[in-house]
C-alpha cells in the first residue's frame, strides 16, 4: 500500500512537470484506485484522475457481473460531476481486442494474413502466410452485448485494437451499440488503432468514435519498420495512420502509452506532426514512415487537449 501510495504521487509530479491536467488509468487495478484514493484524501491530487477497470474476454459470458462490478468501483471512488479542480472519475472500461502488430509477437489481429519467409535467412523469399494473428478475443455477439450493457450503466467503453481486424471488429461492436442506445452520451475509444482497413476510415466519424494514438510510433524505428517484410509495400504505406484518420474526419485523441513508452509529450506531437525520429536517431531510422500526411500543428494540439477533454467528457 505504501509503495503504490509513493509510486501515485511521483507518477502525478512525472504529469505534473510536462503540464499534464487530465489523464486517463486505461488499465486500471483495484490497488491504483486505491492509491489515488488514499493521495485524494491526503489532499495531494494534482490531476483529474480518470479510471478504467478491465473486463477480461472471460468475463464476457456473464456480462450484467461484469459491468455490475465496474459499476461498483464508480459508486465505491467517483467523485460525480467533474469540475476544473483535481478529483477521481471511473467511467470507462478496458477492453482488449487483439496483442501487437510488432515483431516478433505478431499478436496482433490482422485482416491480411501476415508475410512468411519461404527462403532462408541470407535468400530471403517473403510469400503469403497463413496467420492472422489470434482471434478478436471478444467473439463478435459477446463483444456487442458487452458494449450494451456498458453504454446502458453510462460507461465508455476503452478498446485495445493494434490489428485492423481488431479495429473492425470494435467498430461493429459499437455499431450494435449505437443501434440498441441510439441517443446515449456514449464516447468510445479505440486504442492503438496501428493498421486500419481504409474502408473503416470513415467508420470512426460516423460512429462517434475516438481513436486514441499514441502519435510517437508514427515514425521510422525498430517496431515499425521490423514490419516491412511481414507486412508487404502496401500495408506499409498506411502503418500508424494518423494523418489519414483526421482526413475521414475521426477526432482523434493523444494517448501516451505510459510506462510501456517514456512520458515525452514533446517528441509524441512532433512525430505526428513530421512522421520522423529524433535527430539524433540511429541512420537506418532516418527519413518519413510510410505515405500518411501526418497532422497539422492544430491537430496534434487539439488531440492532447481539446480533444482528449471531450473524451473523458470534461
Known amino acids: ?18 503540464g499534464v491536467t487530465s489523464f486517463l488509468d486505461a488499465d486500471a487495478q483495484p490497488e491504483d484506485l486505491a492509491a489515488f484514493a488514499a493521495v485524494r484524501r491526503a489532499g495531494k491530487l494534482t490531476a483529474r484522475a480518470h479510471f478504467a477497470p478491465p473486463i477480461a474476454p472471460a468475463e464476457a459470458t456473464t456480462v450484467s457481473a461484469a459491468v455490475a462490478r465496474v459499476v461498483s468501483l464508480r459508486k465505491q471512488y467517483d467523485e ?4 476544473r479542480a483535481p478529483g477521481i472519475s471511473v467511467r470507462n472500461a478496458k477492453l482488449f481486442l487483439d496483442g501487437v502488430i510488432a515483431a516478433p509477437a505478431l499478436s496482433g489481429a490482422v485482416l491480411e494474413p501476415y508475410r512468411r ?6 535468400h530471403p523469399q517473403w510469400v503469403p502466410g497463413d496467420s ?8 463478435a455477439e459477446a463483444l456487442a452485448s458487452t458494449l450494451v450493457a456498458l453504454g446502458r450503466a453510462g460507461i465508455d467503453p476503452h478498446m485495445h485494437a493494434d490489428g485492423d481486424a481488431a479495429v473492425h ?13 441510439p441517443g446515449a452520451a456514449i464516447r468510445p475509444a479505440i486504442a492503438h488503432d496501428e493498421i486500419v482497413a481504409p474502408a473503416d476510415f470513415p467508420r470512426f466519424k460516423a460512429l462517434g468514435v475516438i481513436p486514441v494514438l499514441s502519435l510517437q510510433w508514427g515514425k521510422p524505428a525498430g517496431d515499425t519498420l521490423g514490419l516491412r517484410d ?11 495512420p494518423a494523418g489519414l484518420l483526421a482526413a475521414a474526419g475521426a477526432r482523434i485523441a ?6 510501456v513508452d517514456a512520458l515525452d509529450e514533446w517528441f509524441a506531437l512532433k512525430v505526428g506532426v513530421t512522421r520522423t525520429n529524433a535527430p539524433d536517431a540511429p541512420a537506418e531510422y532516418r527519413g518519413r514512415l510510410g505515405e500518411d500526411p501526418g497532422l497539422s500543428r492544430e491537430a496534434v494540439l487539439r488531440a492532447a487537449t481539446i480533444n482528449a477533454a471531450h473524451e473523458l467528457h470534461e
Do not use: C, H
Not at 170 to 181: C, H, N, P
Open 1 to 18: 500500500g505504501a509503495q503504490n501510495l509513493k509510486a501515485a504521487i511521483v507518477a502525478l509530479k512525472t504529469m505534473n512537470q510536462q
Open 80 to 83: 460525480g460531476a467533474i469540475g
Open 117 to 122: 519467409n519461404a527462403g532462408t535467412a541470407d
Open 132 to 139: 492472422r494473428g489470434p482471434a478478436v478475443y471478444f467473439p
Open 169 to 181: 471488429a470494435a467498430l461493429d461492436g459499437v455499431t450494435a451499440l449505437r443501434k440498441v442506445l
Open 230 to 240: 511481414y507486412f508487404g509495400p502496401e500495408r506499409m504505406k498506411i502503418l500508424e
Open 254 to 259: 493523444f494517448g501516451s502509452d505510459w510506462p
